[in-house]
């Protein structure tokens, strides 16, 4: 019992000090499980336990809980039985943007996004260094 008062007494004493300097935290409620997506593999944490907290106008983000590692190609494949190939995501907002920041047309606007893999940034980039 010893321990248990001593670990909340410490926590307590710990949220004092993190909300003196200005850090503000929570705990997520309800969170299923929590995926970090790198290159090539994927975290999987399920049942995962997550501290939100922010601090000088950032969002940190603590997880706690068993990671499982799933590759992106395998599971994709073994899920549809086909080679996967990235979903490209970008709005007609996303395009009209591009146009008009590269002053071209949104057909080529569109393709360069294509090429960039929907990065904004990378096809206004392409399209002004032509």
């Given at each position: ?40 593999k994927e975290l999987v944490i399920p049942q995962a336990q997550v501290l939100m ?26 899920e549809e039985g086909v080679p996967s190939t990235p979903v490209l995501s970008f ?21 360069a996004l294509r090429t960039a893999e929907g990065n904004l940034a990378k096809a ?7």
């Amino acid at each position: 019992m010893v321990k248990v008062k001593k670990v909340k007494s410490k926590k307590r004493s710990m949220e004092r000090q993190m909300r003196r300097m200005g850090v503000d935290f929570q705990q997520l409620e309800d969170v299923t499980e929590v995926i970090i997506r790198l290159s090539d593999k994927e975290l999987v944490i399920p049942q995962a336990q997550v501290l939100m907290m922010q601090a000088q106008g950032d969002d940190i983000y603590q997880i706690m809980g068993q990671s499982e590692e799933r590759s992106l190609t395998a599971s994709t494949e073994l899920e549809e039985g086909v080679p996967s190939t990235p979903v490209l995501s970008f709005t007609d907002e996303d395009v009209q943007l591009v146009a008009s920041q590269a002053n071209v047309s949104e057909e080529e606007a569109r393709e360069a996004l294509r090429t960039a893999e929907g990065n904004l940034a990378k096809a206004i980039i392409v399209l002004t260094e032509k």
